[in-house]
């Protein structure tokens, strides 16, 4: 198992940052790539970013290209996203997924993002 924590959300102004933060602990060792989903009220869970835990490789949103950047650090086994030019239609909660060589993926608990006018 993996188990993953998400940190850093919290309130902003629109056009304003936000860095969030996941630590994961367990079998890291069996990790493909990390995810940061997120999901607003009466709304479907929508894929934000993602990358590979070896390789590094990215892969964004349409809707967050060239605002949010996904990065990680394998020693210390997190992975961050660093969000700007915050908008209010990006409020939601950000949940960071592990997701393993066989498929499964493991999430945290969330955390709320909330961007204000």
């Known amino acids: 198992q993996v188990q993953v924590v998400e940190s850093g959300g919290g309130l902003v102004q629109a056009g304003g940052s936000l860095r969030l933060s996941c630590a994961t602990s367990?079998?890291?060792?069996?990790?493909?790539?990390m995810r940061w989903f997120r999901q607003a009220p009466g709304k479907e869970r929508d894929f934000v970013a993602s990358i590979t835990w070896s390789g590094g490789v990215t892969n964004y949103a349409d809707s967050v290209k060239g605002r949010f950047t996904i990065s990680r650090d394998n020693a210390k086994n997190t992975v961050s996203l660093q969000m700007n030019s915050l908008k209010p239609e990006d409020t939601a909660v950000y949940y960071c997924?592990?997701?393993?060589?066989?498929?499964?993926?493991?999430w945290g608990q969330g955390t709320q993002v909330t961007v204000s006018s």
């Open positions: 367990g079998h890291t060792f069996s990790i493909y790539a």
């Open positions: 997924g592990a997701q393993l060589l066989k498929g499964t993926t493991y």
